[in-house]
């Protein structure tokens, strides 16, 4: 995997995770509430379409109950209020066939009396049914046991569906019947009327399963979910409510009263899905609207999150440049710290060369000026000016190898022999600081890579820090390389002013100094961190106030070469990675 | 050489710096100009060879530099200014180190100077710094005569 699809795929990866919280704490109790809300107000629906079809049920079963006894109620008056003779009088029935028909709408469709034998005696109506027989009709002897009696709705002799309401007349000890038909189609309306919906239909069952009016469209009576309610005990006046799977269908819900006294059922039935129509619309919206701003805020996030976290990787590599450049400023800050010793050590010799000219300059102003001790002298001179040359070059370059700008590239570093050349860059500031550096090397170091000049940086760093830590009557510096567990360890302890505990742990941070305002940057020490953690070491401080200073630097001893090689392909990512640590950890 | 003594008796130098070759030329020049001259390498030598001079007799004028392991300028400025108090300071100094120059006038250094030095320069200022000297010695004297003349004259 390179370098950018991993940074890439992290990205990434961010991005999903904060997309992902946003929605799971804007999301969560957005469903939540809106579950429940759904919830109450299916609830409260489904109480409404209950309430409202147990109305409208108990409303139409008073209706036809009402028609059935008014009709009844009809023919008894008919019957009571005159004989039979009168009533076998063709004429007469007829008269009054016509006033039924037309008091009441064309709801009888005949009239008859019937003989205690079951012969009719007389009849009025569009069939010719003078003289049939209903001697084996249900009907006939279920009127003789007791007083009228409405029939279901049958065929009968005249092939058309009808139902009979029958009256008893007693007449000379023996039972005579005035029967009346009732037109089906009359009764039917008061039933086919009650439609809600496209699927709501409403039909009479009698207790065998019969239909006793003609549904809108084809009901299986007999097989049907219905079935249950044929022999159900059913309250008269109660609405019963029930929901059924039917086995093949779709889920219905229905409305079941008792009629006729018990002897019908009014079954209203309703496909769920179309009585609760509206309320399977509002949850279809509520579910959509769900989705979609669902769907919007998921959108909104996901651009949100990938600005914000294309922003925060800006400022990552923007705060790595600015660490690249903290390094730069740290080692120049090094340098000018430097140059000022420098410059004095270089106005020593300077100023001996000076002095020399001058003095050759004497001796030519005198009469003579070739006498033999004056030209050793002249000579002597310029030997001394030649000399203090050399030590001049020898400063400026010593200066110059250090001022040279970061060079990132691995070498095999030979650790001792930078000590010491950068004991003798700090040689001139121990000299007048009064310091001894005493050095105890291990000459069997492992071999190990890393950058020079940053390690000579590290190096530096401390022991300017050592020298100045120093009071006005000096001390002692000790350096020591040794390995131990394939870790190369270099001590340097001081015997200094320590660092107070408070300080401690600080030290590390940068732009943290107790040196007065434009004397320190703050830099040194973080960068040094920055480096030995960059190289895989570890740096580590004691100090005890008043007693010194020692810190310990500890660098893995690559395996081989190849091993160093791996540091130097990440050598500038790695080393951006250290220093955002050390920021981080503060 | 061109040089002139404004005094008629030729001042005493005592030159004290850490590096021998400046000393030595430095010495065997201002010598060429009839001026005695006695060296130091360390603040240490240079308040012995006071000391043997026996008071301010011997040396007129101290060349003193600035900047010198162990016992620094400063250092040696106070503790000649503690035991010869009349004796005239003159601080060589490098860049890095004029701060240190200007606190030495303020503990009573005659002048100073910035290394590499013009030798005529440094002459100009022996001089002024001797006759500073010597008038100064000179009033300590009249003062003293006066007191004993006023002491016999009451």
Redesign the interface.
Same mark, same amino acid.
Request: hydrophobic residues 35%; contains cysteine.
């Given at each position: 995997m390179t370098v950018d699809t991993f940074q890439e795929s992290h990205e990434q990866s961010k991005t999903r995770n904060l997309v992902l919280t946003v929605m799971l704490v804007a999301g969560l109790p957005l469903l939540f509430i809106g579950f429940i809300i759904l919830q109450q107000f299916g609830d409260a629906y489904h109480n409404k379409i209950t309430d409202h079809l147990t109305v409208l049920v108990r409303k139409h079963s008073r209706t036809i109950d009402n028609f059935l006894i008014d009709r009844l109620g009809d023919i008894r008056v008919l019957a009571r209020s005159h004989t039979i003779e009168e009533f076998a009088d063709q004429d007469f029935l007829t008269k009054n066939l016509a006033i039924l028909r037309e008091e009441y709408g064309g709801v009888f469709v005949d009239l008859g009396l019937i003989a205690p034998n079951g012969v009719q005696q007389a009849y009025s109506g569009p069939f010719s049914l003078d003289r049939a027989d209903y001697a084996g009709a249900v009907w006939f002897s279920e009127t003789q046991q007791s007083q009228y009696y409405i029939s279901d709705v049958f065929t009968g002799l005249r092939g058309s569906p009808h139902f009979i309401v029958a009256v008893k007349i007693p007449w000379k000890d023996q039972g005579w019947i005035l029967r009346a038909t009732v037109d089906f189609n009359a009764f039917n309306d008061l039933v086919s009327n009650i439609r809600i919906g496209t699927t709501g239909v409403a039909f009479i069952l009698n207790r065998a399963g019969e239909l006793q009016t003609k549904p809108q469209f084809e009901v299986d009576s007999r097989s049907g979910p219905h079935r249950n309610f044929l022999n159900a005990n059913l309250e008269v006046d109660k609405v019963l409510i029930e929901e059924n799977q039917d086995t093949f269908g779709p889920e219905l819900i229905f409305a079941v009263t008792p009629l006729n006294n018990g002897r019908w059922i009014l079954i209203f039935q309703q496909e769920v899905s179309d009585a609760f129509a509206a309320w399977n619309t509002t949850k279809m919206i509520a579910v959509f609207l769900f989705l979609f701003w669902g769907a919007i805020v998921a959108l909104f996030t996901y651009f949100m999150s990938r600005r914000m976290t294309l922003r925060i990787e800006e400022v990552i590599i923007q705060k790595d440049k600015m660490s690249d450049q903290v390094v730069e400023a740290g080692r120049l800050a090094s340098i000018g710290e430097l140059a000022?010793?420098i $410059?004095?050590e270089i106005?020593?010799p =300077? $100023?001996?060369? =000076?002095?020399?000219a001058?003095?050759i300059q004497?001796l030519l $102003?005198e009469d003579n000026p070739t006498t033999p001790d004056n030209l050793s002298e002249i000579e002597r $001179?310029v030997a001394?000016i030649k000399t203090?040359g050399g030590r001049c070059k020898e400063i400026t370059h010593k200066l110059l190898s250090f001022a040279r700008k970061t060079d990132p590239t691995i070498k095999q570093i030979d650790l001792n022999e930078m000590i010491r050349e950068m004991i003798t860059l700090v040689d001139q500031k121990t000299?007048?600081a009064?310091v001894q550096i005493e050095t105890q090397m291990d000459p069997d170091l492992p071999p190990f890579w890393a950058s020079a000049t940053e390690l000579q940086q590290v190096i530096l760093n401390l022991l300017n820090n050592s020298v100045d830590a120093m009071t006005s009557s000096g001390g002692i510096i000790r350096i020591s390389t040794q390995t131990s567990d394939g870790q190369i360890i270099l001590t340097i302890a001081d015997n200094g002013i320590g660092i107070a505990e408070a300080n401690l742990a600080r030290i590390f941070d940068p732009f943290y100094t107790t040196k007065p305002v434009g004397q320190g940057t703050g830099l040194g020490l973080s960068i040094c961190y920055g480096i030995i953690k960059k190289l895989g070491g570890d740096i580590q401080v004691q100090s005890a106030k008043g007693r010194g200073t020692t810190f310990t630097i500890s660098l893995p001893a690559a395996q081989d070469k190849t091993g160093g090689r791996e540091i130097d392909s990440g050598s500038i990512t790695d080393h951006h990675k250290a220093l955002a640590e050390t920021h981080k950890e503060e | 050489?061109a040089y002139r003594s404004s005094t008629l008796v030729p001042p005493s130098v005592l030159l004290v710096d850490d590096?021998a070759?400046?000393v030595e030329?430095?010495s065997?020049?201002i010598a060429?100009r009839n001026l005695k001259v006695s060296s130091a390498l360390s603040g240490l030598e240079a308040l012995d060879k006071l000391k043997a001079g026996g008071g301010t007799s011997k040396f007129d004028v101290v060349i003193l530099d600035v900047?010198?392991?162990?016992m620094?300028g400063l250092e040696t400025l106070a503790a000649i200014k503690q035991k010869h108090p009349n004796m005239e300071v003159i601080m060589l100094t490098?860049?890095?180190?004029v701060e240190s120059a200007i606190e030495g006038m303020k503990a009573g250094a005659f002048d100073y100077l910035m290394?590499?030095?013009d030798?005529d320069l440094l002459l100009a200022k022996i001089d002024r710094a001797v006759v500073k000297k010597r008038e100064h010695e000179e009033k300590i004297v009249q003062a003293r005569a006066q007191m004993i003349a006023l002491k016999r004259g009451v």
């Open positions: 000022a010793g $410059a004095h106005n020593n =300077v $100023a001996i060369m =000076v002095e020399e001058g003095w004497d $102003a $001179a001394q203090q000299r007048y009064s | 050489m590096e070759s400046f030329t430095l065997k020049r060429k900047k010198m392991p162990g620094d490098g860049h890095a180190t290394k590499p030095c030798i």
